[in-house]
Nanobody, 121 residues
Framework: QVHLVESGGGLVQAGGSLRLACAAS???????????LSWYRQAPGKQREFVAA???????SHADSVKGRFNISRDKYKNTVYLQMNSLQPEDTAVYYC????????????WGQGTQVTVSS
């Protein structure tokens, strides 16, 4: 069984930066079945939305709302994915969740507990 643990959230002023980390832990057999790790976020009163994804192949994708400001990267040796967030704005305030998708599955079925990001104006 794989567990995802996020870290790095906090309070920052508009225009500032934060780096989130998501560490995947579990047996080598279970972590090797993770085909993609992604970031989602959910703001108060809103639905959860996609932020960025990193596939095992190295391919990445970012939501239009964060392109040019956020960057997802992956350390495959540490089973960790990062989200570098620059030029943060108050509308980026949300709980950020790390999600894992297993080989052969189309949905993300492993979720972390989330980390709060608050951007003050």
């Amino acid at each position: 069984q794989v567990h995802l643990v996020e870290s790095g959230g906090g309070l920052v002023q508009a225009g500032g930066s934060l780096r989130l980390a998501c560490a995947a832990s579990g047996s080598p057999q279970s972590t090797s079945r993770i085909s993609a790790l992604s970031w989602y976020r959910q703001a108060p009163g809103k639905q959860r939305e996609f932020v960025a994804a990193s596939a095992r192949s190295g391919a990445t994708s970012h939501a239009d709302s964060v392109k040019g400001r956020f960057n997802i990267s992956r350390d495959k040796y540490k089973n960790t994915v990062y989200l570098q967030m620059n030029s943060l704005q108050p509308e980026d305030t949300a709980v950020y969740y790390c999600a894992g998708r297993q080989l052969g599955k189309t949905e993300y079925d492993i979720w972390g507990q989330g980390t709060q990001v608050t951007v003050s104006s």
